[in-house]
């Protein structure tokens, strides 16, 4: 199977760095080509991270950004909802139905809020 090289910011190459000497440090290897990148470090075997640990996770963390104040409840609520969070940075990178999907759950939390004055 032929690899296909796909080009990476900064940030995006670190953060890769990062996964793979995680790996390393935990499992005292180098990974394989089966290995998981982002795998759960409550694992005693490579494992890739579990979904539903990463939603909860996910979620955790835009409700304390809501709380603190770091992000509006609009965007938490949308954040939660579609898995991402839409900035001016990665919003060009995104599919028209990613920012079709973000704003509908933007309005949605809107909308939810008229209801509630009502």
Known sequence: MAHKK??????S??????????FRKK???EPG?????????????PQP???????????EIM????RTGGVRPELGYAAKKTGFLVTETNKKKLSKQQLKEWDDAVQEYLDSLSKRVQ
């Open 63 to 66: 409700d304390e950004a809501v």
């Open 13 to 22: 190459r670190e953060a890769i760095e990062g996964q793979l000497a995680a």
């Open 6 to 11: 796909i080009p990476l910011d900064k940030r």
């Open 33 to 45: 080509p089966n290995d998981p990148i982002f795998f759960d470090p409550d694992a005693d075997t």
């Open 49 to 59: 991270y579990p979904e539903e640990k990463f939603c909860r996770e996910w979620n």
């Open 27 to 29: 499992f005292g290897r």
